[in-house]
């Protein structure tokens, strides 16, 4: 790997630590040479600590570490990404990114509906003058209770076993994507998010 770090004069290249998971950057730190082959041999990241003047294990005193999973350069050879699986939170601050954010794995849209979702469930337990929102389809499965989400749950479950039989794609998706949307509330409901789905799967692997 031909990385430049005297590009910039100072023997140091930015890098970017990512988990290897959820693909979220937790932080940014400096490397220098030195640094780089510490990393490899003990695969735990370490950086060139420009305050502290020498190289800097993360989590050498906190137990924090950074195990390192791979190094990729970039383009121009002077930046790194380095997928990392963290061990506890990576800022000093104690959260898990150093941006304040949680760790937690982006499934894109699915996951901003999982959000909005999570703010309906919140809404139905409020008092119903309360409520912004009193023509909320969701709030109204939270507010008919377990048994109904999770008889709707089955109920599209059905339709799409049946669809699939079909010839009719677009049915098929449809009813696909009802079944995923109700099951999400249903995730919901019961205290859950794909996140511990995603977990146990991982466990399983």
């Known amino acids: 790997m031909n990385i430049e770090f005297n590009k910039n004069n100072d023997g140091l290249v930015p890098a970017i630590i990512q988990d290897n998971t959820t693909k979220n950057v937790l932080m940014l730190g400096y490397m220098n040479e030195e640094a780089f082959l510490k990393t490899n041999e003990s695969k735990k990241v ?26 990729k350069n970039d383009c ?8 990392v699986n963290p061990k506890g939170p990576t ?35 409020l008092k119903p003058e309360l409520r912004k929102d009193r023509s909320s389809y969701v709030v109204s499965l939270f ?11 089955g109920e599209e479950a059905i339709e799409t076993v049946i669809e699939a039989k079909d010839e009719n794609d677009d049915l098929f998706l449809n009813e696909s994507a009802d079944l995923l949307f109700h099951y999400l509330i249903l995730l919901q409901a019961k205290g859950f998010t794909l996140k511990d789905i995603v977990k146990v799967l991982e466990e399983r692997h």
Not at 46 to 69: H, I, M, P, Q
Request: aromatic letters at 8%; a negative charge.
């Open 46 to 71: 370490t950086f060139f600590s420009r305050a502290k003047n020498r190289l800097w294990t993360k989590g050498e005193e906190s137990g924090n570490y950074l195990e390192l999973v791979s190094i």
């Open 76 to 83: 121009d050879n002077d930046t790194l990404l380095i997928s």
């Open 91 to 125: 800022c000093h601050k104690g959260t898990d990114t150093c941006w304040g954010e949680e760790n937690n794995p982006d499934f894109g849209f699915i996951s901003r509906l999982e959000g909005i979702i999570k703010e309906r469930k919140k809404l139905s337990e």
């Open 143 to 153: 507010d008919a209770g377990i048994n109904k989400i999770a008889q709707k749950v």
